[in-house]
């Protein structure tokens, strides 16, 4: 086994975890569960398969937890492989793995991977499935969670990151509710973050960039500019980009569903919330901020 420790953060996660742990178990040395109290099966799973299970309760996001588990997880290791319950790695990245890390420059600190996606049961190939990209394995101590209201990802502490070829998939299994529902949560989230890059609703401007992968850095990048574009129309151009020009129709009727929920119904939902928002506040920023906290429970 690779000098490495997989943490994974769950609660309620049984559909998941048996996938997820079977799948690190064939490289990994270590597995660390940090549950939020499921009251599910998702912690005896997760013994069963030879996980170390810490409960701990949910601090408000993922950020905050997983940066308590680095700070009190027993890790031995060199390595730090961070997935989340519904994810797994393909078996290339698994074999590119353990070619790569026992030989891996002592100035490198972090990995990107691809991220892959499935939806409805379907391996999506088209679409802007490919071009995402994110740091989840990294030497301990090198990386910490930045705090963001979400979409938060790993600041690079010290040393160099490089990338992978192969993917790594995230593949939830629940329902299209389950979906709608987390979605309609996010948005609210989004709107949050889109009307605090036109008008500089939090206290202090995103700073640190330089601790970013490139790939973080662009996507952050992309936002602003996005949130430059009129209302509506951008959703609209969005899913015509990534299901049109991007050929997620290739994808068949899970990739029309997927281009569609999350690339159309969705932002045209965080769109609803910005109008909604500007409506009731004009450009007042202390109205926004608590029009933010009293209907949304958001703070900036």
């Known amino acids: 086994m690779l000098d490495l420790s997989v943490i994974v953060l769950t609660y309620n996660e049984e ?48 950020a905050e937890q997983f940066n308590w588990a680095l700070d009190n997880l027993p890790i031995q290791t060199e390595w730090v492989l961070r997935l989340d319950a519904d994810e797994y790695a393909t078996l290339e990245l698994i074999q590119e793995i353990r070619k790569e890390l026992p030989v891996m420059k002592e100035n490198v600190s972090a990995v990107v991977f691809p991220l892959g996606r499935a939806f409805m049961g379907r391996r999506l190939r088209h679409g802007i499935v490919n071009g995402i990209k994110m740091v989840r394995l990294f030497r301990n101590g090198c990386v910490r969670y930045e ?33 709608i529902d987390k979605h309609n949560t ?4 989004e709107a949050a973050l889109l009307l605090d890059a036109e008008f ?42 990534r299901y ?6 290739l994808d068949g009727k899970e990739g029309f569903l997927w281009d569609f929920l999350q690339g159309w ?36």
């Not at 996010?186 to 989230?189: A, E, G, L």
């Not at 601790?211 to 151009?237: I, M, N, S, T």
């Not at 049109?244 to 129709?249: E, N, R, S, T, Y």
Request: proline share 1%; aromatic share 16%; glycine share 4%.
């Open 265 to 300: 119904w969705y932002r045209t939902l965080v769109d609803a919330k910005v109008f909604e928002i500007k409506k009731a506040c004009g450009n007042d920023k202390s109205k926004m901020r608590q029009y933010l906290l009293d209907k949304y429970n958001i703070t900036l």
């Open 15 to 62: 559909i998941h975890i048996r996938r997820c742990l079977e799948n690190v178990n064939l490289f990994a040395a270590k597995v660390f569960v940090v549950d939020c109290f499921s009251t599910d099966r998702t912690a005896q799973i997760a013994r069963e398969l030879g996980a170390e299970v810490v409960e701990h309760e949910w601090p408000g996001n993922q």
């Open 147 to 179: 705090q963001r209201l979400m979409d938060e990802h790993l600041m690079i502490l010290k040393g160099e990151t490089v990338a992978f070829q192969y993917q790594f998939v995230d593949d939830n299994l629940n329902s299209i509710k389950y979906f």
């Open 186 to 189: 996010y948005s609210s989230k």
């Open 244 to 249: 049109i020009v991007k050929l997620g129709f």
């Open 200 to 241: 500089y609703l939090s206290d202090e401007l995103e700073e640190g960039s330089s601790d970013f992968c490139e790939e973080v850095r662009e996507k952050r990048e992309q936002k602003r500019r996005y949130a430059r574009l009129p209302l509506f129309w951008r959703a609209f151009g969005y899913f015509f980009y």
